[in-house]
């Protein structure tokens, strides 16, 4: 599928946009994280500019506005990401440093006139060891509104995931679920519900090509205690355990020409969107769904570009 075309064209990184000829409307809409900073329930987009500092871009019909800097001194976070971890449903920022997963929560409140008081106070999230682990991922996997941590053992190629709760005011963080086994060949990923059947879908990149892989139904629960809604995922065999949605999809070729990834709304339409960033001119491009079969396949746009404003950034997310 690769085309011969050189150079950054549509036709080389491209998802593949096969989309059928009739397909079910989507009956849900982008859940499991919420990443509005600005508090007008559109999800914005967070990065670290090259001078560390933290910065918001606020969500524009199509795309994101200019970064707002929203806090300094974030040079040495070895990962940062977003998500309400505190129960008052607007996004805290988690960063790792030595192993140290520490929450900076949101305030509650946002001004473009003070935008450096969106954060106020911290927290530690869970314990020591987070270093262990990388493509860590911010999701709601157990539905409880809190996102959860999903990330893979660096020594073993095993995709764990930790359940956020709250109790006497406090932020816990459950014992590792393991969630997978066999991904140690990926270097991109993110976690979206993307065909709305409630169950959390991986999105990876392994070689060139970026691949979804549906997340099957977890076994009944063997006890009321809260887990995640996702079965095991085994890399060489997905979807093995359970046959509900499709075991996976091929959503584009041609990543490696990318340096980034994540899922987004960025039309605001409600369903999720893949961004990348193009490593050649560094303009970050969207992929825009244009098609969700519920509990099926989801289909693509071309490229969308959305400028070249975070070219030089780390983290997006
Ligand atoms: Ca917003
Ligand atoms: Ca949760
Ligand atoms: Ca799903
Ligand atoms: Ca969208």
Redesign the pocket.
């Known amino acids: 599928m690769r085309s011969s075309v050189i150079g950054i064209s549509a036709a080389v990184l491209a998802a593949l946009t096969l989309a059928p000829a009739a397909s079910a409307a989507p009956e849900g809409q982008f859940t499991g994280r919420d990443r ?9 987009l967070l990065t670290r500019k090259p001078n560390g500092q933290l910065a918001v871009s ?2 524009v019909p199509v795309g994101y506005g200019a970064s707002t800097p929203i806090n300094n001194g974030w040079n040495n976070a070895h990962w940062l990401s977003a998500g309400d971890i505190s129960g008052d449903g607007h996004p805290d920022v988690l960063a790792e440093v030595n192993g140290i997963i520490t929450a900076h929560k949101h305030s509650g409140a946002y001004s473009p006139a003070n935008p450096f008081a969106t954060l106020n106070g911290t927290t530690q999230y869970g314990g020591w060891g987070w270093n262990f682990f990388d493509q860590k991922v911010l999701y709601d996997e157990d539905g409880n509104g809190l996102v959860d941590v999903t990330a893979r053992e660096i020594s073993t190629g095993k995709i764990f995931t930790w359940l956020t709760g709250i109790e006497n005011g406090q932020v816990v963080v459950s014992p590792a679920f393991e969630m997978g086994t066999g991904w140690s060949g990926i270097d991109q990923f993110d976690i979206a519900d993307l065909n709305f059947d409630g169950i959390s879908d991986w999105v990876v990149r392994q070689g060139s090509q970026l691949v979804a892989y549906y997340g099957q139904p977890a076994p009944a629960a063997k006890s009321a205690s809260p887990a995640p809604k996702r079965a095991v995922t085994d890399a060489a065999t997905p979807g093995a355990k359970a046959a509900a949605a499709p075991e996976f999809q091929i959503l584009s070729e041609g990543w490696d020409l990318a340096n980034a990834f994540e899922i987004k709304d960025v039309d605001l339409n409600g369903k999720p969107d893949l961004v990348s960033r193009l490593t050649a001119n560094g303009q970050l491009v969207a992929f825009l769904n244009t098609t969700t079969e519920v509990g099926g396949f989801t289909w693509y746009s071309g490229q969308y570009p959305l400028g070249t404003t975070w070219a030089n950034d780390s983290f997006l997310t």
Do not use: Q, R, V
Not at 36 to 44: A, I, Q, S
């Open positions: 509005d900073f600005t508090l007008d329930t559109h999800e914005d606020a969500a």
